[in-house]
């Protein structure tokens, strides 16, 4: 009995221990887990920190550019279009009447007269119909010569005189009608000139509209443009203009205008304009391209600045601009500056050479990017290097010349500009 107490009271013991034990396990194991979470949040969260705190003290370096000062020039204004040569006279010759070709009477190339033989189309039907009227005509002529004799004597009507008239005239109608025929069926030059390309050959069905040559009159020869309407008070009848072709590029051709179309084309806004060629020292021929500059009496105050200054898209366009406010010694490259930059639009004007003229958007004085513009962006670093050799580099293949591209030659602050400026 006492046994059985004993035991009773060991496992109570036993069962107490045990309720202890399990209970701090449990409240250790969350604890180092709850420390483990915390050293991992922790740690993020401080490479976190550390990675904002790196890139906020972070910058790119600057991209090395060259620049040229802005200066105004003067330009007697030019008005450029594009146009082609057109021959005095110019015809494709074609058939008035279908027929057979029987003779082709010139060779391709060839120059001929006015009124010259081109191509002989059969007239076999036509002679034979031809001989039916003549006869047709005589006898109408013989009962007409009867009718007067008769009425004469009062043997016949005037009314049937008239009726033999009108039968006569008829038949005289018939005969010019079938030699006119004749006359279509011998197809001639009709003016003088040289011939093209033949497009036709011997025996040959043609039909009206059929292209048999073409013929062209090459003595007094005119060039047609077409210039947009802001520039019409600026041309005028007889007043010059040079032009050029791809076929002669060391000629410069000169005409006049000659005609000024009276009307302003509504969809492209475009005037037409003829000149006539004053002086070709070589041949032109019809359809060739041209490129004609017409020069006025009006001045045009521009900023000049290299082509390659300006970049292109389909919001306009736009040059980069050293802003002076935001100029500072480069701690890195002795003697240089860095500056900041802006984005300015600029309405671009004509083009002189490798220049392009400046019509709005820029001051006199500013310094404009004139390489690595492909980098940069509204507000970006760039440094200064108008170095010789960097400028050669930057402007000889633009898309080379990186950040890390410097001239190893000490370049102070009042260096010359690039070529093309005239110095601040």
Same mark, same amino acid.
């Given at each position: ?5 004993? $035991? ?137 010569? /009867? ?133 070709? /020292? ?8 041209? $490129? ?32 002076? $406010? ?5 701690? $890195? ?92």
């Amino acid at each position: 009995m006492s046994r059985l107490v004993s $035991e009773e009271v060991s496992k109570n013991a036993f069962g107490k221990v045990t309720g202890k034990m399990s209970k701090a396990f449990v409240i250790a194991t969350f604890s180092l887990i709850a420390i483990i979470l915390l050293l991992v949040f922790g740690f993020y969260f401080f490479k976190q920190y550390m990675i904002k705190t790196k890139l906020a003290d972070f910058s790119f370096p600057p991209v090395a550019v060259t620049s040229v000062s802005t200066h105004k020039e003067d330009w007697l204004e030019e008005i450029k279009a594009v146009g082609h040569v057109t021959a005095n006279q110019e015809v494709n010759i074609t058939p008035q009447l279908s027929g057979q070709i029987k003779r082709i009477a010139f060779s391709s190339g060839e120059y001929v007269e006015k009124g010259q033989l081109i191509v002989q189309l059969d007239t076999s039907l036509l002679k034979a119909n031809l001989k039916t009227s003549l006869a047709n005509l005589m006898l109408a002529e013989l009962e007409y010569q /009867r009718q007067l004799k008769l009425l004469k004597t009062h043997s016949t009507s005037q009314d049937a005189v008239d009726s033999s008239f009108a039968k006569l005239s008829t038949s005289q109608a018939d005969v010019e009608y079938i030699q006119t025929q004749m006359d279509f069926m011998a197809i001639k030059a009709p003016f003088s000139g040289r011939l093209g390309i033949r497009n036709v050959n011997l025996g040959d069905y043609v039909q009206p509209g059929t292209s048999i040559v073409e013929l062209q009159n090459q003595d007094n020869q005119f060039i047609d443009f077409s210039i947009p309407e802001a520039y019409l008070s600026k041309v005028a009848l007889k007043q010059q203009v040079h032009f050029s072709t791809d076929t002669y590029p060391d000629e410069d051709f000169i005409a006049s205008i000659t005609a000024i179309d009276p009307m302003v084309d509504s969809v492209s806004h475009n005037l037409d304009i003829r000149a006539q060629v004053l002086d070709s /020292r070589v041949p032109l021929i019809s359809g060739m391209y041209v $490129e004609a500059n017409i020069q006025s009496n009006h001045m045009a105050h521009v900023i000049p600045l290299p082509s390659i200054a300006v970049t292109y898209s389909l919001y306009g366009d736009a040059v980069y601009v050293l802003k002076p $406010e935001t100029k500072f010694a480069s701690k $890195e490259h002795e003697g240089m500056f860095e500056y900041q930059v802006e984005r300015r639009a600029v309405q671009v004007g004509r083009k002189r050479g490798g220049n392009l003229g400046i019509l709005k958007g820029l001051k006199v004085g500013e310094q404009v990017v004139t390489s690595n513009q492909q980098q940069l962006k509204p507000g970006s670093k760039v440094l200064l290097n108008n170095s010789k050799a960097f400028a050669v580099a930057a402007n000889s293949d633009k898309t080379s010349v990186g950040q890390a591209q410097f001239s190893p030659k000490r370049v102070s602050s009042n260096s010359a500009e690039v070529n093309h400026s005239q110095g601040e």
